[in-house]
């Protein structure tokens, strides 16, 4: 089978259009080991006569099977020289996915560029440019596609390399599972966590960390385990669905596609068995139904069809819709897809729709269903990676390309870079952003568009940032969930507010009460007894004539912060809410009892800050993780350990113990009374 190259360039074409994958090539073309190549285990063959048979007897059949496979999109990623490149090589020959003019080329190129003396080297089978052979790495993504009898795989080998991270970005950006390559030798090192949080920044949700090069430290399940709990303990705040952890040997092909002999201790499957069966099927959103508009079809006076690839959710003859962000409301007449009139399409389908009234709808607009919308607005926050030599400013002004429309918008405020080694925040100043730098920004726009946050859905919640002047691509941005002001600013987000003074002074209060105003902010660990010792103080205190009252963790996600999930960002944004609440409560005279697990001293400092050093007392409630566990009053700690509640803290995310606690009372050695009795005595 011959694909010259305007039809093969034409099948790219329609493939993008329609979003169906006919990369699949016949097995007859591929190669076979013969005695000429590197010696290795022959696979089972038996797929791919089958394949070649019913090509020659079906081939309608044939090419509806592989149209219907489901496809998995990954990247490789992971410091310089940690194996990227080599494994997809491997891959893809083990698999016997390599054309036979081609394998020759690679086995006479490996004698020329090859990095392992004049052996096979397979990294050369995606590291295709010069300036990358010469040097022995990779610089551009590289793109390679091959299909099982399982799935089809699109494959992204990105660079390692600390200057390339703008073009790993784009080769992640529609990926589903990311390879995580580890050298064995160096184990988690400062890249590893660069492209780690680049990827959970991205929304991938499916890791595999790949520890390579295990012939170099001689097969050792130590050294496999101990670099499985250092990665562990990093990625503990990042929201990975799933991590699977597999030893290899890239270049001899161990736990590549054949199981190796060489590690009998490691029962797992193998890389190929494992990215084969990964479940991606939910990573869907089917829930909510989103259709940019991208063309309006109008061949005659009697047809006005809006065309566009679905973005999430599922569209059916008979909807009610709106178009955003006109409000305009109608019902869908009909859906066409690539071969005629339907009655329903899902994501990622390519469509055409009608609708039964004339309501103006253009590019750039968007369907969505009336019960469920996206947010409508000119301004939103987001994390922004930066991909160009030119610096960005606060304030620059550039080109918003969200979905299908295209906005002028300006990068209103850079509120702080992001230290992708600490996942904190940088200590930087933030006024611009240079080549490969993150920061979370406020931008605002000169007209409205609807989105989504990213990480409920990536189409509608990703956008780039184009250059006015050169039309080029600057920034890549993931929009948040909503728009917060920093909880150490004290200036509102409207210039029209000013802050009311009340007729009764804080010193008429305290006399009125008989107390001075309080939080007391209870932190420690799930189970170590914050709400039981909260209660028992609360009750003593007002048994004392004090007023007092609790701001519970439960019950404030239940109310005021239900929009708030466990990530880094809302349990920040969660903390910054409850010391604003607290504050007000305390301007009004009462002791506030606070009962959070609060994790991060930045933001336990933070909180200090918006009520006030001499109203806020830190209270450490401490007891050993074991002690927690076993108490588990909620069953909290048994989920997590079974992988069902994602980000819990002392399981997979950590606790920053306080540093100078007002008071610290153990949990495990002490009773209620006592602690109480302790708190209350730092009280007086």
């Keep these: 089978m011959v694909i010259s190259k305007s039809a093969s360039r034409f099948r790219n074409n329609l493939c993008g259009m329609w979003n169906v994958e006919l990369f699949h090539i016949p097995p007859s073309t591929f190669y076979f080991p013969q005695k000429n190549y590197p010696k290795k285990n022959i696979m089972d063959n038996t797929y791919h006569v089958q394949e070649k048979e019913l090509i020659e007897s079906d081939i309608t059949t044939y090419l509806h099977r592989h149209e219907t496979k489901d496809l998995l999109r990954f990247l490789t990623c992971g410091s310089v020289d940690d194996g990227k490149s080599t494994l997809i090589g491997r891959l893809l020959y083990d698999s016997h996915m390599i054309y036979e003019d081609q394998l020759e080329k690679i086995a006479k190129d490996s004698k020329v560029y090859g990095t392992t003396g004049e052996d096979f080297d397979p990294a050369l089978l995606t590291d295709g440019l010069k300036a990358e052979r010469e040097q022995g790495i990779t610089i551009d993504v590289a793109y390679r596609y ?31 599972l990311a390879v995580i390559l580890i050298d064995a030798r160096y184990g988690v090192i400062t890249q590893t966590k660069r492209h780690s949080f680049i990827c959970s920044l991205l929304g991938i949700k499916h890791v595999v960390v790949a520890v390579n090069k295990m012939d170099l430290v001689e097969w050792s399940k130590e050294r496999y385990e101990e670099i499985c709990a250092d990665y562990n303990n990093f990625v503990s705040r990042l929201n990975f669905a799933d991590i699977h952890f597999i030893p290899i040997c890239a270049l001899k092909g161990d736990n590549v596609v054949d199981v190796s002999k060489n590690m009998p201790w490691f029962d797992g499957s193998t890389f190929l068995h494992h990215i084969e069966r990964v479940n991606i099927s939910s990573d869907r959103n089917l829930v909510d139904m989103r259709f940019p508009v991208q063309y309006v079809i109008r061949p005659n006076l009697d047809f006005r069809g809006f065309s566009g690839t679905l973005a999430s959710g599922v569209m059916r ?37 009608t609708l039964e009234d004339e309501i103006d709808v253009s590019r750039g607009n968007m369907l969505v269903p009336l019960k469920n919308v996206p947010k409508v607005g000119n301004e939103f926050e987001a994390m922004v990676v930066w991909m160009h030599e030119d610096l960005a400013k606060q304030g620059g002004s550039y080109l918003v390309k969200q979905t299908t429309s295209m906005v002028p918008g300006v990068l209103s405020n850079i509120r702080y870079k992001v230290d992708v080694n600490t996942m904190r925040k940088s200590d930087e100043p933030a006024d611009q952003l240079g080549l490969n730098e993150i920061a979370r920004v406020h931008v605002t726009l000169h007209r409205q568009i609807a989105f989504d946050p990213y990480d409920k859905n990536r189409d509608t919640g990703a956008f780039i940032l184009v250059d006015r002047m050169t039309n080029a691509t600057v920034g890549a941005g993931m929009i948040i969930d909503r728009v917060t002001s920093d909880a150490s600013s004290s200036s509102p987000v409207s210039k029209n507010i000013v802050k009311s003074d009340s007729l009764v002074t804080a010193e008429e209060r305290e006399r009125l009460l008989g107390h001075k105003p309080k939080t007391i902010w209870l932190t420690g660990l799930s189970g170590s007894g914050k709400s039981t010792i909260a209660k028992a103080l609360e009750r003593k205190l007002v048994d004392m004539g004090r007023a007092a ?93 079974a992988g069902e509640i994602q980000q819990f803290t002392g399981i997979s995310a950590p606790y920053e113990t306080p540093v100078t606690p007002s008071v610290t009372v153990a949990t495990d050695e002490c009773s209620v009374e006592q602690c109480v009795d302790q708190i209350i005595a730092a009280l007086k």
Excluded: W
Excluded at 334 to 341: F, I, K, L, N, T
């Design 146 to 176: 091959f299909s099982t009898d399982k799935r089809k795989f699109i494959i992204a080998d990105c660079p390692g390399h600390e200057q390339y991270t703008r073009n790993m970005v784009t080769g992640a950006s529609t990926c589903n």
């Design 317 to 353: 003859v008979g909807d009610e819709v709106m178009s955003l962000p006109s409000n305009q409301k109608s019902r869908i007449k009909a859906v066409y897809g690539a071969d005629g009139e339907i009655d329903e399409a899902c994501t990622p389908m390519a469509i055409t729709v």
């Design 549 to 641: 009252y609790i701001l519970d963790g439960d019950n404030v996600r239940h109310g005021l912060n239900r929009d708030l999930g466990f990530s880094m960002e809302d349990r920040t944004e969660n903390i910054r809410r409850i010391a604003e609440v607290a504050r007000l409560m305390n301007e009004a005279g009462l002791i506030v009892i606070t009962a959070f697990i609060s994790p991060y001293r930045k933001d336990r400092a933070e909180a200090k800050e918006v009520v006030g050093d001499d109203k806020f007392m830190e209270v450490h409630v401490n007891a050993d993780l074991k002690t927690c566990e076993q108490r588990d009053p909620k069953g909290l700690y048994k989920k997590a350990r």
